[in-house]
């Protein structure tokens, strides 16, 4: 599926304009005058050192006419120089014709010449009526000589009438060639500005149906190739796919590299996706980190899924950029025509609706569309205007899990955790609806009810007492570009009383990538009002140590996958007791998450690890139980009154 571009030579050349044409008539009217004028002037001297006064005067006024002629062009008028100059011209000529020698007469050579200039500078009305009177005078000198009713003197052939034939000659042979050589010049120089126009002409259609960036086709141009091959396809029988590659975590990446890196880190995954695929294969990029690929004539599902497996291996490979290496994974939708249809952008909303599937299934892998996708997809519509709902008829609530010293068991502080219970659907996981809500928009409303909510109940339970807790609220990406989040913390601690110094923000790793000033002077003026940073789900991301000590973060808390396994895994285990060392090293504090168990709560005290949290003590729970937890738990409360 090549991506032919149409050529330049296939196009007729443009036609010269109005003005162009006038400017070259003048220009050539004005020459041939010139040109004429002397050779008058050398036959006038000839004529009158024979002593041939009549003719000498002809001559003469013939010389004065096209004077005015010249200053008539001169000023542009065109029409009316060149009527002038050929007719007198031509009434000189047969006035020649009729006084000397007839048909045989030297001025009858003028005539051709005549006609050509005519049809070249002047109007095809003068050519024809030029012609006509040409025509008129010839019949009538051969009619009247032929009844003898007037007699033409046929001149005997001498060297004054070579001088004036040669004159004659010289003078039409040089405008002749005046007129072909302008005009071939002008041919060249016009096929050349026609090249210029066609080139510009053919760079608009290329931008038109490229994309800038990566010079591959974009979404119009991928569209135009589908439909071209879906005829063939019906022909061959055979099938062809579209799929729909996005790269996971590319905005990390942009972020953290800046947008010059992030471009040419598309770059080179456009020329490393073409070195990967077949001749007959099309790369296109619809925009930002989506690739589509345009692949035909395939008989077997088998020759896909090696397809689809080389693009993934081939972007899986690491990339250099500017001296970093980069390496990264991509998320592949694949639908099939004539299977899943023959539409263009139907077919793109379903390897779409695919790629997302892989996404949600763990990313850097492939599926291929199917009918029960489309159903998931209405669905997620669906649940997404429920969240909507949810959000004002308080249907959504938050549970709290403590966060446990290791070293004397006591609840240090709570996790809050949304809970969502839908009429219908019953309990609904944060895992399902907080992607959803950043989707559409909805974590901004969201997260500020949680926040809100969450210091609240922290400083009831301040209030009761428990003035060592401390809650953790979780904050979306999303959230913290908006650029007022600062502002929104700090109005919720202020209407809440609490001290910055009890609210810690878990964010995540990926998060932190972000360069952007904004967001570093964002969570500078949180620790400014003693707001504690921890990094949530340690060790999923990518565990650049770098970030850490930019944003003055104070806590991590180590992912339920690694802790969880602990006590099977010496490989776990390892990577813990890493993670737990680094972090003392970068005095930061350290809570252990998912802990289920009595035997990992043992060994994460052993490893120094200060904080805990789990369903060992206890799952989330609502605020009143938690309460319970605090009054029956050893923890010596701190009752200020
Ligand atoms: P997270 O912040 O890492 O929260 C910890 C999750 O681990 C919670 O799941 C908790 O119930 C679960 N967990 C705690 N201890 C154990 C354990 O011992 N074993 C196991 N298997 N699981 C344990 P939950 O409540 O389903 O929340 C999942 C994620 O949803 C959270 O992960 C957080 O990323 C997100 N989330 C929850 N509430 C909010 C919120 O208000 N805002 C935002 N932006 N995200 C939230
Ligand atoms: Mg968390
Ligand atoms: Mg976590």
Redesign the pocket.
């Known amino acids: 599926m090549s991506d032919n571009s149409s050529t330049t030579s296939s196009r007729p050349l443009k036609p010269l304009s109005a003005d162009q044409a006038l400017v070259f008539k003048l220009d050539k009217l004005r020459q041939i005058l010139i040109a004429s004028e002397f050779c008058l002037m050398v036959v006038m001297v000839q004529r009158l050192l024979i002593g041939s006064w009549q003719t000498a005067t002809i001559l003469g006024v013939l010389a004065l006419v096209l004077a005015i002629c010249y200053y008539v062009a001169k000023y542009g008028r065109l029409q009316v120089g060149a009527a002038l100059f050929l007719t007198s011209l031509t009434i000189t000529s047969s006035y020649f014709m009729w006084t000397y020698g007839g048909l045989g007469d030297e001025a009858l050579l003028v005539f051709p010449a005549i006609l050509l200039f005519s049809a070249v500078i002047a109007s095809y009305g003068l050519l024809v009526l030029l012609l006509l009177y040409m025509l008129a005078t010839v019949m009538l000198l051969g009619y009247v000589n032929e009844y003898n009713l007037y007699t033409n003197v046929i001149q005997e052939t001498s060297l004054s009438s070579a001088f004036l034939t040669s004159a004659i000659l010289i003078i039409v042979s040089f405008s002749v060639w005046l007129l072909s050589r302008d005009l071939r010049n002008l041919l060249e120089k016009l096929s050349y500005e026609n090249l210029k126009v066609m080139q510009s002409e053919d760079e608009i259609l290329r931008l038109y149906n490229h994309d800038p960036l990566t010079n591959l086709p974009n979404r119009r141009l991928a569209k135009e190739l589908f439909d071209k091959s879906v005829a063939l396809a019906h022909r061959e029988n055979s099938k062809i796919a579209l799929i729909f590659l996005d790269l996971d975590h590319f905005k990390a990446i942009n972020d953290s590299l800046g947008h010059a890196s992030g471009d040419e880190f598309l770059k080179k995954v456009a020329e490393r996706l073409c070195s990967v695929l077949r001749e007959s294969d099309t790369v296109c990029r619809f925009g930002g980190d989506e690739f589509v690929v345009l692949s035909q004539s395939f008989e077997k599902d088998a020759q896909i899924h090696q397809l689809a497996q080389r693009i993934l291996q081939g972007i899986a490979r690491p990339f250099f950029i500017n001296g970093n290496e980069l390496i990264v994974s991509g998320s592949i939708g694949i639908a099939l025509a004539p299977n899943d249809g023959d539409c263009f952008d139907d077919l793109c909303q379903k390897a779409d609706t695919a790629m997302y599937s892989c996404k949600d299934k763990g990313r850097n892998n492939y599926c291929f569309y199917n009918q029960d996708m489309n159903q998931s997809e209405m669905e997620v519509l669906q649940l997404t205007q429920d969240l909507r709902q949810a959000l004002v008829s308080e249907q959504l609530c938050?549970?709290y899990?403590p966060k446990v010293n290791l070293q004397s068991g006591e609840i240090v502080g709570a996790?809050?955790?949304?809970?969502w219970h839908h009429p219908q659907r019953g309990w609904i996981?944060?895992?399902d609806f907080?992607p959803l809500a950043e989707r559409a928009g909805l974590?901004i409303e969201?997260?500020r009810w949680?926040l809100e909510t969450a210091v609240i109940q922290c400083k009831r339970w301040h209030e009761m007492g428990y003035k060592q807790l401390s809650i953790s609220?979780?904050?979306?990406a999303i959230?913290l570009r908006r650029g007022d989040f600062e502002v929104q913390v700090q109005e919720a601690l202020r209407q809440a009383g609490l001290p910055g110094t009890s609210l810690i923000l878990?964010l995540?790793e990926s998060l932190l990538l972000d360069v952007q000033p904004s967001l570093q002077l964002c969570l500078q003026k949180l620790r400014q009002q003693g707001v504690i940073l921890a990094i949530?789900?340690f060790g999923t991301g990518y565990c650049n140590l770098g970030y850490l000590q930019r944003f003055d973060v104070n806590m991590l808390?180590i992912?339920?996958s690694f802790v969880?396994k602990i006590n099977h895994s010496n490989q776990d285990k390892a990577i813990v007791k890493a993670i737990i060392q680094m972090a003392h090293s970068l005095n930061l504090e350290v809570v252990a998450?998912?802990?289920?168990s009595l035997d990992v709560a043992e060994q994460l005290r052993e490893l120094e690890c200060e904080k805990g949290?789990?369903?060992?003590w206890s799952?989330?729970c609502e605020a009143l139980t938690f309460l319970e937890l605090l009054q029956t738990s050893q923890i010596p409360q701190t009752h200020s009154s």
Do not use: C, M, W
Not at 473 to 476: A, I, K, L, P, R
Not at 613 to 616: E, S
């Open positions: 938050l549970h899990q996790e809050a955790l949304i809970r996981s944060p895992v907080i974590i969201l997260g949680v609220v979780n904050v979306s959230q878990e995540t949530d789900d808390k992912d339920r969880s998450e998912g802990v289920e949290q789990g369903f060992y799952r989330p």
